[in-house]
């Protein structure tokens, strides 16, 4: 596999870890703490990570640019950069990565000055080539390193990688469907949640409205008890004359009779 080769294939696997904390970023922003408290120490450990990848990748992605020019693979990354830049938003708790464009005035004379200086140099491949078959006829040049565990995939070429580079961003495009649908429905709840408890508050409203009439009721019946138990002591003797006259126009009566 060529120095090339691995860089693609490492750049591939740190693109791949840094949308994965980006969408938990998100997962976590999408729960109702994340608002109450913004600089929490999982959102600060995923910044300062992401941070870092971006600044990695960015310098890779360069770096390959420089070395073998914007081939297909090195725009599939450019372009996976840019929407994880994209996927920060405006509110990038302190996350502040360059876009690979505004660097890139300088690349095409390098490009250029590097297809110019390898214009020379594709003879000597040729040059190479006459002493190799021998050495395949021969099998003596043909030693492997021994391995205990020998990987069970072999090493994927540039279109391999550019192939399964394709099929996880489409993975990663499902995700993504699935994250939006998910805060969506969350978003969705959370109305209706909105709703029952207005509902409730109003319900609440009315039932203190009726205690403090009921309460109000409640009270003025206590005070025309107190009235009246009032009125009785103090006019006591005159409700025990009156008593005793009644009992004895009674016993006038019956006895009469």
């Known amino acids: 596999m060529s120095s090339s080769t691995k860089a693609l294939a490492k750049l591939t696997s740190l693109s791949t870890k840094t949308l994965s904390l980006l969408l938990e970023r998100q997962r976590l922003q999408s729960f109702p703490s994340a608002s ?3 600089s929490s120490q999982p959102k600060n450990q995923h910044a300062a990570q992401i941070t870092k990848n971006l600044q990695q990748l960015r310098a890779g992605i360069l770096d390959m640019e420089e070395k073998d020019g914007r081939t297909e693979a090195v725009a599939l990354l450019r372009g996976q950069y840019e929407r994880m830049r ?8 302190g996350i502040s990565v360059e876009s690979l464009d505004t660097p ?15 214009l ?6 040729q040059m190479v080539l006459p002493p190799t078959p021998p050495g395949k006829d021969s099998g003596e040049f043909q030693y ?10 072999p090493p994927l070429d540039d279109a ?6 394709r099929m996880m961003m489409n993975e ?16 969705h709840i959370s109305l209706q949640i909105g709703g029952e408890l207005e509902v409730h508050s109003g ?3 009315e039932l203190d409205t009726d205690i403090d009439r009921t309460h109000s009721r409640l009270s003025g019946a206590r005070r025309r008890l107190d009235r009246v138990a009032q009125g009785a002591k103090e006019n006591s003797s005159a409700v025990a004359i009156g008593v005793i006259i009644l009992i004895l126009l009674i016993l006038i009566i019956i006895f009469k009779t």
């Open 120 to 125: 020379p140099r594709a003879p000597s491949p």
């Open 104 to 118: 890139m005035l300088p690349p095409p004379a390098s490009v250029s000055s590097s297809s110019t200086d390898s």
């Open 203 to 205: 319900l609440l409203e």
């Open 86 to 93: 994209a996927m920060l938003g405006d509110n990038a708790d």
């Open 160 to 165: 391999g990688l550019m192939l399964q580079q």
């Open 172 to 187: 990663q495009d499902d995700h993504l469907d699935q994250l939006s649908q998910s805060i969506n429905r969350q978003h």
């Open 36 to 38: 109450l408290n913004p």
């Open 144 to 153: 492997t390193p021994y391995k205990d565990d020998p990987d069970a995939d």
